[in-house]
């Protein structure tokens, strides 16, 4: 691809989105510098995080001192960082013509605190517009891998002594259901989701990535014969 045919297209948000150690934050950076010397502007973010106010809250949510005051006003401290993520980068780079690839987004809070922390759908929907606005991805990548491989993962690329997450202390049965709320939000919303088996290698899941950025948001044609 040309600069030029590179910068006329509109700039696009994408979010991956999966369990604990499903190699999103590797697949995110790869992907932008795929794009990046593909001739396309793009950033890499994080949720929590992304922005300084909204790091400042994952530091807060990621160490289990809010689990105690339940799922809901977790996901409206999830939705604040949001927030601040949206106003401060998101939003800023979209309007640039720079694209952003984010490690997680609102479907991570569909999934912890909606089917796991048992919250009603109307209340997510209705946060969702709060903190949302018109913005919603392009495109999601779920990536799926069995939890306990991805939990395997996870710990080996602990440091030492490092201790866990707020999530990753949570037991098999939570992350068995968390893999399946994704899969039920992909099933639900084909049109935007992608789950790509995350079993693979890092490279053949970096391919299948691209395959779906290509189909779905570059253009490419034979969507259908590539099963995108």
Wanted: glycine letters at 10%.
């Amino acid at each position: 691809m040309t600069t030029e045919a590179a910068k006329a297209r509109p700039a696009h948000f994408v979010t991956l989105e999966g369990g604990e150690g499903v190699g999103k934050s590797t697949q995110a950076r790869r992907l932008v510098e795929r794009l990046n010397k593909s001739g396309i502007a793009a950033i890499a973010t994080r949720e929590p995080g992304g922005s300084p106010g909204a790091e400042t809250l994952r530091d807060l949510l990621l160490s289990g001192k809010v689990k105690d005051l339940g799922a809901k006003a977790e996901a409206i401290l999830f939705a604040a960082a949001r927030i601040d993520h949206i106003d401060r980068k998101i939003a800023p780079a979209l309007a640039a013509g720079t694209w952003v690839v984010s490690d997680r987004f609102a479907d991570s809070t569909r999934a912890y605190q909606g089917a796991l922390g048992g919250l009603d759908a109307g209340f997510l929907r209705a946060l969702e517009r709060v903190t949302l606005g018109d913005l919603r991805p392009d495109l999601t990548l779920i990536l799926d891998l069995p939890p306990e491989i991805g939990l395997a993962r996870a710990a080996q690329r602990r440091a030492p002594g490092a201790a866990l997450d707020r999530f990753e202390r949570e037991g098999p049965a939570f992350h068995a259901a968390l893999r399946k709320a994704y899969l039920d939000i992909a099933a639900a919303e084909p049109e935007r989701c992608v789950v790509v088996d995350a079993a693979q290698s890092e490279d053949e899941v970096a391919q299948a990535i691209w395959d779906a950025i290509s189909y779905r948001l570059l253009g490419a044609p034979s969507e259908k014969e590539h099963g995108i």
